[in-house]
């Protein structure tokens, strides 16, 4: 089942559509040495999402081209948390990643269940723990999180609203902003995933229980902690 919609063409010319990105995951998955006959288009929103039917594999494929190094960042973080034996979905071995396809970057991820399936709360909260105290690796420059870094361009975005409405949320960003700067992070420094859900746990295969975290996507980001 899909869920998502397309949209236009982006500067390498292919349109981000269910035909167009059919089209990119043909040639990176035979880039890769990868049979994408029968491949099931999970998701069309800001990645297409497919699951290759020839083996237990996802396929990703980013949207806007600008975020070839946010991916490039994401698959570090991927291999650092398999380095640190992190329980979190790997990526696929043995493919140079991200492959770059018509402008798009595309990963390859091993595939660990077939239905979506939640986790608890609890289950939820014990990785983001143990996540969240992990040492920041030397190797792996980490960006700092700034939790309103996309608000300007999304409020530059909105066409719909009254010039008063924009100018009230202009005035209350500016105002968090502030508020932002001021907080006291009396802990440590330390990573943090920045979109963590119910969802972004996996079950582990093989095993009566155990999760595993399903997306380094927001992962690659320092934060200081405040005290809870």
């Known amino acids: 089942m899909i869920s998502g919609s397309g949209g236009a063409a982006h500067d390498g010319g292919?349109?981000?559509t269910a035909e167009g990105m059919e089209v990119v995951l043909r040639e990176a998955?035979?880039?890769?040495?990868?049979?994408?006959?029968?491949?099931?288009?999970l998701r069309l929103?800001?990645?297409a999402v497919y699951r290759l039917a020839s083996l237990p594999i996802i396929v990703r494929i980013a949207r806007d081209p600008a975020v070839l190094a946010e991916m490039e960042c994401v698959v570090g973080v991927a291999r650092w948390l398999e380095t640190v034996d992190f329980p979190a979905i790997r990526l696929v071995v043995g493919i140079a990643q991200p492959l770059v396809v018509r402008g798009l970057a595309v990963t390859?991820?091993?595939?660990?269940?077939?239905?979506?399936?939640?986790?608890?709360?609890?289950?939820?909260?014990?990785?983001?723990r143990r996540f969240h105290w992990l040492e920041e690796p030397e190797s792996l420059p980490l960006p700092y999180f700034d939790p309103l870094a996309k608000l300007s361009a999304s409020l530059d975005g909105l066409t719909a609203v009254s010039a008063e409405d924009r100018s009230f949320l202009e005035e209350r960003a500016a105002k968090l902003a502030k508020e932002y700067d001021r907080l006291d992070f009396v802990l440590p420094f330390g990573v943090i995933h920045?979109?963590?859900?119910?969802?972004?746990?996996?079950?582990?295969?093989?095993r009566t229980a155990g999760q595993r975290l399903t997306s380094a996507r927001e992962a690659c980001v320092l934060q200081g902690r405040l005290r809870c």
């Open 29 to 41: 998955c035979e880039t890769a040495g990868l049979d994408s006959t029968g491949a099931e288009l």
């Open 194 to 206: 920045g979109d963590t859900g119910t969802g972004a746990p996996a079950p582990q295969p093989g």
């Open 108 to 128: 390859f991820w091993e595939s660990v269940q077939e239905r979506e399936e939640y986790a608890t709360v609890g289950e939820l909260a014990d990785l983001l």
């Open 14 to 16: 292919t349109e981000f």
């Open 45 to 47: 929103g800001s990645n």
